[in-house]
Every structure is written in structure tokens, then in C-alpha cells.
């Protein structure tokens, strides 16, 4: 393509991009039915009247793409699927969206993408033009990678949530333990440790401590964490803790156990990790420290054979 077709490529694209402004802005401006309608039965009775929806927000970004990111949300979660895995991976993660929140997010990650590679591509489909069709497939690709990006990244927010809660049971658990073995009921330990403890896990027994102030009882309140806990400690430790407080059985002991079994779970998980780095921490002696030495043992004697030989 020449110079000139690319220009008024770019100029019926954004002809096309100001038509759609223009078109949304006065659909923006246009009164809505109820504003209409209102002055003339506002006599009238009526029963429960909802709040208006908010589809007049006062940010301008929301107002003209938000109707196109939640149809691109749509199509995505047809073609994706595991909108159940999502908004499992979402609690696990405690993340306050709802699974079309972050599809939206998945196609905005793309659509950045997609814009970056773009432009580099349009860069250097304006110097090769025969590269155009490769570069519209690194723009697929780049949209994909984007989209695919985010999930990754949610995976690493539920690894890092997970791991923080692995790091905070151990402590929670004995707090959990002396303020039974003081005395306290269940309930009455929950509420002073979440008081006094900052954390993921605190958090989530905050959850549980609210159910159960809502009228849910122990043992279901402890079921749910189970359920919702992607951690297989915190299940044993919820199920624990409401076995005991139904069959009535010492509660201090099976806290002080749990305890002492996750630390010795991330003793041995930091030994393991040692062993499978021996090989990597080999990398530097066998490719820097290795060569080194031999060039500074066999060096000199080079030289001192280059000055004797004729």
C-alpha cells in the first residue's frame, strides 16, 4: 500500500471514531423517560420507588466505551468459559469484582496490548508494506497474550494470598490456642484474635466471626471457610475446630497440633526448595568461578612457553 492509501485509511478511521463520539454524546444529552415523566405523577402514589440506574456517569470514559467493554466481557466469557473457576479463583484471591468485572479487565489488558503492538506495527508496515499481514497476526497474538496475561496475573495474586496465609496460620493458631486454653469459648478467642491480628487469614476468620454475629451457627460458619478456603491447612483447621466445638473435645490441643504441623510442613517445604537449587547454585561456579581459575593456573605457564619457544 502506498503512502497516500494509508493516509486516508487513517483519516476514514477516525472520521468513523468522531461519528461514534458524536452519536454517543448526543445519546448522553437526550433526557431520560423517568426525568420526563416524573413532574406529572409526582402525585400519584407509588410503591418502592428503586433507585435510578446509573447509566449517566459522570465519567466520561465509562459513559462512551462502558457499553462496548461489557459486550466484549460478554462475548469473551462465551468463548472462554469457566466463569465458576473465576469466581472461585476470585475469593481465594479476595478480590471485590464479580467475574464480568474481570472479564472486563481481561479485554482492557488485550486492547492495551493490542494498541502497544499497533503502533509498532503500523511503524513498520509504513516502511515494509509487504509485512502487513504478519503484523495484523502479531496483533492477534498480542491481543490473546494480553487477555491472557491477566489471568495469569490473577493466579499469582491467589498464590501470593495463599502464601501470606501459610505464614500467618502458625501464630493465628497459637493465639487462637492460649486464649481457648484461657478460658474464652470459641467465639469469644475468634473476636480477640481478629481484634488484635492484621493479616489474610485474620480477614477471613473476620468473615467467619461476621457470619456467625448474623445468626449463622459455629459449625456452618467454619463449613463455609472450609469450602471457601483454597488452602488445605485452613480446611483442616476449620473442619478441627468445628469438630470440637460439636463433640465438645479439647480444642487448645488440636490448635497447638495444627500449629506445629505447619511449621514443619514449611520446614521441610524451605529443605526441599535448598535441594532443588543445589543445581542452580552451581551455575556461577561451574561457568565464572571454574573458568577463572583455570585461566589464572594455566595462564602463566602459556606465556612462559610463548617466551622460551622460538
Request: aromatic content about 4%; glycine content about 8%; overall charge positive.
Amino acid at each position: 500500500m502506498t503512502l497516500a492509501a494509508w493516509g486516508a485509511l487513517t483519516g476514514a478511521g477516525a472520521g468513523c471514531g468522531l461519528v461514534l463520539v458524536a452519536t454517543r454524546l448526543l445519546v448522553l444529552r437526550r433526557p431520560r423517560l423517568d426525568v420526563r415523566v416524573l413532574p406529572y405523577v409526582r402525585d400519584l402514589p407509588q410503591v418502592a420507588r428503586s433507585a435510578p440506574p446509573a447509566t449517566s456517569s459522570t465519567n466520561p470514559f465509562v459513559a462512551l466505551f462502558g457499553p462496548v467493554l461489557a459486550s466484549a466481557a460478554v462475548s469473551l466469557e462465551r468463548l472462554l468459559g469457566g466463569k465458576a473457576s473465576i469466581r472461585r479463583r476470585l475469593e481465594r484471591a479476595n478480590l471485590a469484582m464479580s467475574v464480568h468485572d474481570f472479564r472486563v479487565e481481561q479485554v482492557l489488558w488485550g486492547l492495551i496490548a493490542l494498541g502497544a503492538t499497533g503502533a509498532v506495527s503500523l511503524l513498520i508496515a509504513l516502511r515494509a508494506p509487504g509485512r502487513t499481514v504478519p503484523l495484523l497476526v502479531l496483533c492477534v497474538v498480542a491481543f490473546v497474550l494480553g487477555v491472557l496475561m491477566r489471568e495469569n496475573r490473577l493466579n499469582a495474586q491467589v498464590a501470593e494470598r495463599e502464601r501470606r496465609i501459610l505464614t500467618e496460620f502458625p501464630t493465628i493458631a497459637e493465639l487462637l490456642a492460649l486464649a481457648v486454653g484461657a478460658g474464652e469459648g470459641p467465639v469469644s478467642a475468634l473476636d480477640r484474635v481478629v481484634s488484635r491480628s492484621r493479616g489474610e487469614l485474620s480477614a477471613d476468620l473476620a468473615a467467619v466471626l461476621a457470619d456467625i454475629r448474623t445468626g449463622t451457627s459455629v459449625g456452618v460458619a467454619l463449613d463455609t471457610l472450609a469450602r471457601r478456603s483454597g488452602v488445605p491447612v485452613v480446611a483442616r483447621f476449620a473442619e478441627g475446630m468445628a469438630v470440637a466445638i460439636e463433640r465438645g473435645t479439647p480444642l487448645a490441643g488440636v490448635l497447638h497440633a495444627q500449629a506445629v504441623d505447619v511449621r514443619e510442613a514449611g520446614r521441610r517445604a524451605l529443605i526441599e526448595s535448598g535441594a532443588r537449587k543445589e543445581v542452580v547454585m552451581m551455575v556461577p561456579v561451574v561457568f565464572l568461578v571454574l573458568p577463572v581459575t583455570v585461566v589464572f593456573a594455566f595462564w602463566p605457564g602459556v606465556v612462559g612457553l610463548s617466551l622460551v619457544t622460538p
